[in-house]
């Protein structure tokens, strides 16, 4: 099956920077795309930014201009480069990736996510 797991959260000062990556495996063809969400305690799941196979790139307008995605086509990984951290930025980062993963199948698959904590 396909696996996806992220790495790189952690615990930050307000305006510091952290970079969580996003690793897919498993028997795959390729990744159509692939989507950072963030979900804070009693809030609703938020879209942070997306990537897709193109390299074209979409943020969230409370991360825009300070967030950075990018992708590593040839490992099967993206990145999420964080600067200018808030900490309204807290929040579990998951990671979505839209699978080819074979001619006739296609899915969409979900990370375990990483805690981001940003201090005051």
């Known amino acids: 099956q396909v696996q996806v797991a992220e790495s790189g959260g952690g615990l930050v000062q307000a305006g510091g920077s952290l970079r969580l990556s996003c690793a897919v495996s498993g028997s795959i063809i390729s990744i159509k795309a692939m989507i950072w969400f963030r979900q804070a305690p009693g809030k609703q799941r938020e879209l942070v930014a997306s990537i897709n196979s193109g390299g074209a790139t979409n943020y969230g307008d409370s991360v825009k201009g300070r967030f950075t995605i990018s992708r590593d086509n040839a490992k099967n990984t993206m990145y999420l480069q964080m600067n200018s951290l808030k900490p309204e930025d807290t929040a579990v980062y998951y990671c979505?990736?839209?699978?080819?993963?074979?001619?006739?199948?296609?899915?969409?698959?979900w990370g375990q996510g990483t805690q981001v904590t940003v201090s005051s």
């Open positions: 979505n990736a839209d699978v080819q993963r074979t001619r006739i199948s296609s899915g969409n698959y």
